[in-house]
Structure formats: C-alpha cells, structure tokens
C-alpha cells in the first residue's frame, strides 16, 4: 500500500497514524498536491487533485479520508471506530468536529499562508478563526483523561489530536485562548511512535 501526500497534511496523517495503529505496511511518497511535477500522477490516483490518496497492492487508488478510514476498518485487524451502535455513533461525531475544525485550519493557512497580501479577505479570515476556536473549545470540552478509545487511541484521538496540532504548527495564535486537556491530550499521543514518527513540519 502507499500513501500520496505529506504528514503537513491533517487528513493525510490521520491515514498514516491509522495504518501505524492498525500494524500495517505502508509506503509514503510525499507529495505536495500543489507541486506541477506530480500533477499527471495524482490526477491519475485523485482526479481533484487532492491528498490523501491511497494505492492499494491491486492497484486501486482510494481517496476522501473518511471512505479511506472506512475500508482500513473494514479490512484491518483492529477497528479504530466501533462497528455499531452509540460507541460508533459518538466516536463518528467526535471525528466530525474535528474534521470541520481541520478544514477551517487548512481554510484558514490558504486564506493567510498561500493567498497573495493584497488579495487576502480579513471577514472571512475573522470567520475562520470564530470557527476554528468554536471547534477547538468544543473539542477541549470533552477531551478524554487518558485517550477516547481507553488505553490506546481511537480513530477519534487521531483526528483530535491532528486537527490540534495542524493548528498548532501552522498558526500557533489560534491556541492562545488555551486549550490545556487537548494539549495533554496531544502530549499523551505523541508519546506513541505512530504520532511522534509523522510530526507535521511547515
Ligand atoms: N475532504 C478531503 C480533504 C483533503 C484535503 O483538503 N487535502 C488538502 C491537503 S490538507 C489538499 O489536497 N489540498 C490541495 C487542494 O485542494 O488544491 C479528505 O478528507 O481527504
């Protein structure tokens, strides 16, 4: 299996951290989807142009992180989200939130890391930090002692933890409000190798 994109990426993390979790084997090549160079390849695997996007050993390409979680559920040897019921329910809605939060910061670092000065909008970038930190506190309200999935994290610490720290490395202003559970939270995590092995870099 091999994995398109950077750890840069939340959603591309996620994958590899669920993978990590899981046991698998995974290659990595990792492309910025924005580089010309790789355009031809990655529109062969994503036809928008989008990461993550994972080649499987029959060469099928998956893309959408939550279709991709889906099948490496489907088919792993340990689940990171319950099969059913409300423990699925409530895992699924704690990924939500930060899946929204985790798109407001990827918004929020091409509204004001990627888009030219004289083009930037300052209401929609005031939007995006309401946003943000709507997410974040929401998140911070019910951060887990230890993590979500008990003893070992769930597919919901993963996507806490990397919408926490996508903020963190990209626009560290968005957590001066302090969000004190989700950094230990974030800290517990990266104890573990699947974490501290794919910690983004700008
Ligand atoms: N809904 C997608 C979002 C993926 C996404 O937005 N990826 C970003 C990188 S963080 C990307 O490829 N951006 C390039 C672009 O949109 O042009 C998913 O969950 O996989």
């Known amino acids: ?7 840069l990426s939340p959603y591309v993390r996620r994958i590899a951290i669920w993978c990590a979790l899981q046991g698998r ?9 924005v580089d010309p160079a790789i355009k031809g390849d990655l529109s062969r695997m994503n036809p928008v142009l989008r990461v993550p996007a994972l080649e499987l050993d029959d060469g099928s390409c998956l893309i959408e992180t939550f279709a991709i ?3 490496l ?3 792993g040897s340990l689940r990171l989200v319950p099969a059913a019921g409300v423990e699925r329910r409530d ?4 990924i939500a939130v930060a899946t929204s939060t985790t798109e407001k910061v990827v918004a929020l670092v091409y509204e004001t890391n990627r888009r030219p000065p004289e083009f930037h909008f300052p209401q929609w ?3 995006l930090v309401e946003q943000i930190q709507g997410g974040l506190a929401a998140m911070e309200a019910k951060a887990p002692e230890t ?3 008990g003893d070992s994290p769930d597919g919901s610490d993963i996507a806490t933890v ?8 990209t626009n560290p202003f968005l957590l001066e409000p302090g969000y004190p559970k989700l950094a230990a939270l974030a800290g517990r995590a990266m104890a573990l190798a699947p974490f501290a092995d794919t910690k983004p870099q700008m």
């Not at 299996?1 to 750890?7: A, D, H, S």
């Not at 919408?163 to 490395?169: C, L, S, W």
């Open 1 to 7: 299996m091999r994995l398109i994109g950077r750890n």
């Open 25 to 33: 084997a995974l290659e990595r090549s990792e492309w910025a989807p």
């Open 69 to 71: 979680c889906d099948w």
């Open 73 to 75: 559920d489907e088919t």
């Open 91 to 94: 895992t699924l809605q704690r």
């Open 125 to 127: 970038r005031d939007r």
């Open 147 to 149: 993590f979500y999935g």
């Open 162 to 169: 990397c919408a926490y720290q996508m903020a963190e490395v």
